[in-house]
């Protein structure tokens, strides 16, 4: 009890309250993504609802597995403003990859520095077999964006050979619905300001991560 008392006696203040703000911070930049995500819907819901939705996201996603917090997310969204839950699932599904585009990014850039400091190559890295599936998904996503018709009618085509024929209907228009949640893709703008906004979310969780560290006393390579 009293190592408990003498670390939290410890604690940097200042830094934790530093750490705390863009912890929340990072939060409502979530909601706006999500809200440049949702442009093309015509009920993307107001910025607090998204914004709660987020919270309450986060929340469950640290006592469901798999993510599941992602679903309640999305169900929050749909229960207050009126959007499809396939079409929240889909940019979800665009978050994520936005958020796979900067990562990477943010692995490659000190990765490249570090081989040019010590003349090294990437051959034997497996970065680079990530980078092309990354590349790859990103242009796949893209043309499934730009032909969500046609996707939808593939996926109608394929319920029947399933055997499952009285479901069809129901399929293609939730196809449909999630191709909808894609179509940030379509528009360069958007995607652009989508990824600035995705730089700006993992730049503050950085901070987020950097700060709490240093409130702690706690020692990293690079802190």
Known sequence: MR????????IKVG??????????????IRAYRWGTLLEDQPNKGSFQIRHAAVFIGFAANQILPANAGELVRSGILKRFSGISLSACVG???????????????FLFAPLLTLAR????????????????????????????????????????????????????????????????????FRSVRRTLISLIQTVC???????????????????????
């Open 91 to 105: 940019s979800l599904f665009a978050a994520r990859l936005l958020d796979a585009i900067v990562a990477f990014i």
């Open 15 to 28: 830094w934790l309250v530093i750490g705390l703000i863009t912890f929340l911070l990072s939060f409502s």
């Open 201 to 223: 979310i993992w730049g503050i969780s950085g901070i987020t991560f950097w700060s709490t560290l240093i409130a702690f006393d706690l020692h990293e390579p690079g802190f």
């Open 3 to 10: 190592g408990v008392l003498s670390t939290l006696h410890e």
């Open 117 to 184: 400091t010590d003349n090294q190559s990437f051959g034997g890295l497996p970065i680079i077999g990530l980078g092309l599936v990354l590349v790859f998904l990103c242009i796949t996503i893209g043309t499934i964006s730009r032909h969500p018709t046609f996707i939808a009618k593939k996926v109608g085509t394929l319920t029947q050979i399933l055997g499952m024929a009285h479901l069809e209907g129901k399929m293609v228009q939730r196809a449909e619905r999630f191709l909808s949640g894609l179509t940030v």
